[in-house]
Protein backbone atom coordinates (compact mmCIF):
# COMPACT_ATOMS: atom_id res chain seq x y z
CA UNK A 1 0.00 0.00 0.00
CA UNK A 2 1.26 3.74 -0.79
CA UNK A 3 2.53 5.59 1.94
CA UNK A 4 2.60 9.27 3.43
CA UNK A 5 5.15 10.64 5.19
CA UNK A 6 3.32 13.25 7.66
CA UNK A 7 6.23 15.61 9.27
CA UNK A 8 5.19 15.42 12.69
CA UNK A 9 5.90 11.40 12.48
CA UNK A 10 9.72 11.94 11.09
CA UNK A 11 12.16 11.10 14.12
CA UNK A 12 15.39 12.91 13.11
CA UNK A 13 17.27 12.49 16.27
CA UNK A 14 16.94 9.83 18.79
CA UNK A 15 18.56 8.71 21.96
CA UNK A 16 19.05 6.09 23.98
CA UNK A 17 19.61 6.96 27.73
CA UNK A 18 22.15 5.28 29.86
CA UNK A 19 23.01 5.64 33.42
CA UNK A 20 26.27 5.42 35.34
CA UNK A 21 26.89 2.64 32.47
CA UNK A 22 23.42 0.86 32.66
CA UNK A 23 21.62 0.79 29.82
CA UNK A 24 17.59 0.42 29.03
CA UNK A 25 17.87 -3.43 28.49
CA UNK A 26 19.19 -3.50 31.69
CA UNK A 27 16.84 -1.41 33.17
CA UNK A 28 14.13 -3.63 31.57
CA UNK A 29 15.74 -6.36 33.08
CA UNK A 30 15.56 -5.13 36.90
CA UNK A 31 11.62 -4.07 36.20
CA UNK A 32 10.97 -7.30 34.90
CA UNK A 33 11.94 -8.75 38.32
CA UNK A 34 10.13 -6.17 39.98
CA UNK A 35 7.16 -7.44 38.77
CA UNK A 36 7.40 -11.09 38.70
CA UNK A 37 9.64 -11.31 41.81
CA UNK A 38 11.86 -14.25 39.52
CA UNK A 39 15.10 -13.76 37.82
CA UNK A 40 13.93 -16.82 35.84
CA UNK A 41 10.80 -15.33 34.82
CA UNK A 42 12.47 -12.23 34.14
CA UNK A 43 15.59 -13.20 31.86
CA UNK A 44 12.42 -14.98 29.94
CA UNK A 45 10.13 -11.43 29.47
CA UNK A 46 13.27 -9.80 28.66
CA UNK A 47 14.37 -12.74 26.00
CA UNK A 48 17.58 -13.63 28.31
CA UNK A 49 18.68 -17.18 29.84
CA UNK A 50 18.86 -17.40 32.97
CA UNK A 51 22.45 -17.19 33.16
CA UNK A 52 22.90 -14.16 31.18
CA UNK A 53 20.34 -12.55 32.93
CA UNK A 54 22.66 -13.24 35.89
CA UNK A 55 25.48 -12.06 34.16
CA UNK A 56 24.02 -8.67 33.43
CA UNK A 57 23.06 -7.91 36.84
CA UNK A 58 26.44 -8.75 38.74
CA UNK A 59 28.14 -6.62 35.73
CA UNK A 60 25.78 -4.12 36.92
CA UNK A 61 26.63 -4.96 40.63
CA UNK A 62 30.08 -3.58 40.05
CA UNK A 63 28.75 -0.20 38.66
CA UNK A 64 27.05 0.97 42.07
CA UNK A 65 27.72 1.02 45.88
CA UNK A 66 25.04 -1.88 46.85
CA UNK A 67 23.55 -4.52 45.07
CA UNK A 68 20.38 -4.30 42.97
CA UNK A 69 18.43 -7.45 44.03
CA UNK A 70 17.85 -9.71 47.13
CA UNK A 71 17.67 -13.44 46.57
CA UNK A 72 14.85 -14.86 49.44
CA UNK A 73 14.32 -18.32 49.88
CA UNK A 74 11.18 -18.62 51.69
CA UNK A 75 9.99 -16.47 54.44
CA UNK A 76 6.51 -14.30 54.10
CA UNK A 77 7.49 -13.81 50.80
CA UNK A 78 7.75 -17.30 49.47
CA UNK A 79 11.03 -16.76 48.35
CA UNK A 80 12.16 -15.42 44.74
CA UNK A 81 14.00 -12.60 43.66
CA UNK A 82 13.54 -8.62 44.59
CA UNK A 83 14.84 -5.68 44.05
CA UNK A 84 17.11 -4.50 46.53
CA UNK A 85 16.33 -0.45 48.12
CA UNK A 86 18.94 0.13 45.76
CA UNK A 87 17.31 -1.29 42.85
CA UNK A 88 14.19 0.32 43.40
CA UNK A 89 15.90 3.92 43.44
CA UNK A 90 17.96 3.34 40.46
CA UNK A 91 14.54 2.15 38.64
CA UNK A 92 12.74 5.26 39.57
CA UNK A 93 15.43 7.35 38.96
CA UNK A 94 16.28 5.66 35.42
CA UNK A 95 11.90 5.95 34.50
CA UNK A 96 12.07 10.00 35.56
CA UNK A 97 15.28 10.38 33.48
CA UNK A 98 13.99 8.58 30.37
CA UNK A 99 10.43 10.94 30.62
CA UNK A 100 12.35 13.97 30.19
CA UNK A 101 14.77 12.66 27.30
CA UNK A 102 12.04 11.21 25.03
CA UNK A 103 10.34 15.05 25.83
CA UNK A 104 13.66 16.58 25.09
CA UNK A 105 14.16 14.18 22.08
CA UNK A 106 10.31 14.79 21.25
CA UNK A 107 11.04 18.88 20.96
CA UNK A 108 14.12 18.56 18.72
CA UNK A 109 12.37 16.70 16.36
CA UNK A 110 9.43 18.96 16.63
CA UNK A 111 11.78 21.68 15.53
CA UNK A 112 13.80 20.11 13.04
CA UNK A 113 10.40 19.07 11.13
CA UNK A 114 9.78 22.51 10.46
CA UNK A 115 13.36 23.09 8.90
CA UNK A 116 12.71 21.93 5.03
CA UNK A 117 16.51 22.44 4.73
CA UNK A 118 16.72 19.57 7.21
CA UNK A 119 13.81 17.62 5.42
CA UNK A 120 15.88 17.89 2.25
CA UNK A 121 19.26 16.55 3.17
CA UNK A 122 18.22 13.93 5.56
CA UNK A 123 14.74 12.81 4.26
CA UNK A 124 16.12 9.17 3.34
CA UNK A 125 17.02 8.35 7.31
CA UNK A 126 13.05 8.56 8.06
CA UNK A 127 12.01 5.93 5.65
CA UNK A 128 12.04 2.27 8.02
CA UNK A 129 10.66 -0.29 6.29
CA UNK A 130 10.93 -4.28 6.52
CA UNK A 131 11.71 -3.68 2.19
CA UNK A 132 15.43 -3.56 2.27
CA UNK A 133 15.81 -1.50 -1.58
CA UNK A 134 14.37 2.21 -0.96
CA UNK A 135 15.10 4.38 -3.52
CA UNK A 136 14.53 8.11 -3.99
CA UNK A 137 13.40 10.25 -7.01
CA UNK A 138 10.59 12.50 -8.22
CA UNK A 139 7.66 11.81 -10.12
CA UNK A 140 7.82 12.22 -13.32
CA UNK A 141 5.06 10.69 -15.18
CA UNK A 142 1.13 9.73 -14.16
CA UNK A 143 -1.03 7.71 -16.05
CA UNK A 144 -4.45 7.34 -15.03
CA UNK A 145 -6.23 4.37 -16.04
CA UNK A 146 -9.96 2.72 -15.30
CA UNK A 147 -9.24 1.50 -12.27
CA UNK A 148 -5.17 1.64 -11.30
CA UNK A 149 -2.99 4.58 -11.63
CA UNK A 150 0.73 4.24 -13.05
CA UNK A 151 3.37 6.43 -11.73
CA UNK A 152 6.58 6.77 -13.08
CA UNK A 153 9.73 7.77 -11.17
CA UNK A 154 12.83 9.03 -11.92
CA UNK A 155 15.85 8.18 -9.83
CA UNK A 156 18.68 10.92 -9.36
CA UNK A 157 20.65 9.66 -11.99
CA UNK A 158 18.21 9.53 -14.66
CA UNK A 159 16.87 5.82 -14.53
CA UNK A 160 13.10 5.33 -14.63
CA UNK A 161 10.77 2.99 -12.41
CA UNK A 162 7.07 2.24 -12.35
CA UNK A 163 4.97 1.49 -9.44
CA UNK A 164 0.93 0.90 -9.86
CA UNK A 165 -1.39 2.24 -7.53
CA UNK A 166 -5.27 2.64 -6.97
CA UNK A 167 -7.30 5.46 -7.78
CA UNK A 168 -8.23 5.94 -4.23
CA UNK A 169 -4.51 5.57 -3.49
CA UNK A 170 -3.45 8.52 -5.68
CA UNK A 171 -5.97 10.89 -4.09
CA UNK A 172 -4.94 9.77 -0.94
CA UNK A 173 -1.64 10.49 -0.98
CA UNK A 174 -1.92 13.95 -2.81
CA UNK A 175 0.00 12.28 -6.41
CA UNK A 176 1.03 15.03 -8.92
CA UNK A 177 4.10 15.65 -10.80
CA UNK A 178 7.51 16.54 -9.76
CA UNK A 179 6.86 15.76 -6.00
CA UNK A 180 9.48 13.87 -4.16
CA UNK A 181 8.78 10.23 -3.46
CA UNK A 182 10.17 7.06 -2.66
CA UNK A 183 10.22 3.46 -3.85
CA UNK A 184 10.63 0.66 -1.49
CA UNK A 185 11.33 -2.95 -3.19
CA UNK A 186 11.55 -6.49 -1.33
CA UNK A 187 14.58 -7.85 -2.40
CA UNK A 188 12.65 -11.03 -2.82
CA UNK A 189 10.49 -10.05 -5.70
CA UNK A 190 13.34 -9.13 -7.89
CA UNK A 191 14.34 -11.26 -10.47
CA UNK A 192 17.94 -11.95 -11.82
CA UNK A 193 18.27 -12.94 -15.30
CA UNK A 194 21.80 -12.92 -17.49
CA UNK A 195 21.79 -12.77 -21.29
CA UNK A 196 18.44 -12.26 -21.72
CA UNK A 197 15.92 -10.42 -24.07
CA UNK A 198 14.55 -8.11 -21.47
CA UNK A 199 11.14 -7.75 -23.66
CA UNK A 200 10.43 -11.56 -23.64
CA UNK A 201 9.54 -10.70 -19.97
CA UNK A 202 6.11 -8.85 -19.30
CA UNK A 203 7.07 -7.34 -16.19
CA UNK A 204 7.97 -3.22 -16.50
CA UNK A 205 10.29 -2.68 -14.74
CA UNK A 206 13.72 -4.19 -16.72
CA UNK A 207 16.56 -2.44 -15.23
CA UNK A 208 20.62 -3.74 -16.02
CA UNK A 209 23.52 -3.22 -13.88
CA UNK A 210 26.61 -4.99 -12.93
CA UNK A 211 26.97 -6.59 -9.70
CA UNK A 212 29.15 -5.44 -7.28
CA UNK A 213 29.23 -8.06 -3.98
CA UNK A 214 27.72 -11.39 -3.45
CA UNK A 215 27.42 -12.72 0.10
CA UNK A 216 26.16 -16.56 0.29
CA UNK A 217 24.90 -18.27 3.86
CA UNK A 218 23.70 -21.68 3.90
CA UNK A 219 20.67 -21.23 1.54
CA UNK A 220 20.17 -17.92 0.03
CA UNK A 221 22.74 -15.30 -1.80
CA UNK A 222 22.36 -11.75 -1.66
CA UNK A 223 22.90 -10.21 -4.72
CA UNK A 224 24.08 -5.99 -4.67
CA UNK A 225 23.66 -4.82 -8.12
CA UNK A 226 24.85 -1.18 -9.10
CA UNK A 227 22.62 0.31 -12.14
CA UNK A 228 24.69 2.78 -14.64
CA UNK A 229 23.48 5.58 -13.03
CA UNK A 230 24.97 4.64 -8.91
CA UNK A 231 21.82 3.70 -7.50
CA UNK A 232 22.29 0.41 -5.83
CA UNK A 233 19.87 -2.80 -5.59
CA UNK A 234 19.77 -5.97 -3.64
CA UNK A 235 17.81 -9.01 -4.91
CA UNK A 236 17.84 -12.08 -2.83
CA UNK A 237 17.84 -15.43 -4.85
CA UNK A 238 19.22 -19.16 -3.68
CA UNK A 239 22.24 -20.47 -3.84
CA UNK A 240 21.31 -22.89 -6.66
CA UNK A 241 20.38 -20.07 -8.20
CA UNK A 242 23.82 -18.35 -8.37
CA UNK A 243 25.01 -21.30 -9.61
CA UNK A 244 22.40 -22.16 -12.39
CA UNK A 245 23.20 -18.64 -13.69
CA UNK A 246 27.01 -18.31 -13.07
CA UNK A 247 26.77 -15.08 -10.95
CA UNK A 248 29.93 -13.44 -10.09
CA UNK A 249 31.27 -9.92 -8.64
CA UNK A 250 31.94 -8.08 -12.22
CA UNK A 251 29.06 -9.27 -14.20
CA UNK A 252 26.43 -7.11 -16.07
CA UNK A 253 22.38 -8.62 -14.97
CA UNK A 254 18.83 -7.59 -15.63
CA UNK A 255 16.78 -6.62 -12.36
CA UNK A 256 13.74 -7.52 -13.34
CA UNK A 257 10.34 -6.94 -11.19
CA UNK A 258 6.30 -5.81 -11.30
CA UNK A 259 4.87 -2.87 -11.72
CA UNK A 260 2.64 -3.76 -8.35
CA UNK A 261 6.00 -4.43 -6.71
CA UNK A 262 7.58 -0.80 -5.59
CA UNK A 263 5.57 0.03 -2.29
CA UNK A 264 5.36 4.31 -3.75
CA UNK A 265 5.36 6.71 -1.06
CA UNK A 266 5.20 10.76 -0.95
CA UNK A 267 7.74 12.99 0.95
CA UNK A 268 5.87 16.25 1.50
Known amino acids: MPKKIPKNDLRWVDSELRLAGLD ?8 AIEQSGSINQAAKIMGLSYKGAWQM ?4 NLLVPKGLIVT ?27 QRNSEFIKQLNDELSDNPDVQLLLQKQVIKASACNQLFGT ?12 VIVKLKGGTQITSSISLSSMTELGIKYG ?25 RNRLSGKIIRLQQDEVNAEIIVRLPDGELLRTLITQQSV ?3 GLKSGLWVWLIFKINV ?5 IF
Open 243 to 245: IDL
Open 24 to 31: SRMIGLLS
Open 139 to 150: IDKIIVGAVNVE
Open 262 to 266: PILGV
Open 57 to 60: IERA
Open 72 to 98: ATGGSRGGGTYLSETGKTLLKVFNQLE
Open 179 to 203: AQAVLMINSADITVAVDIDPQQFSA
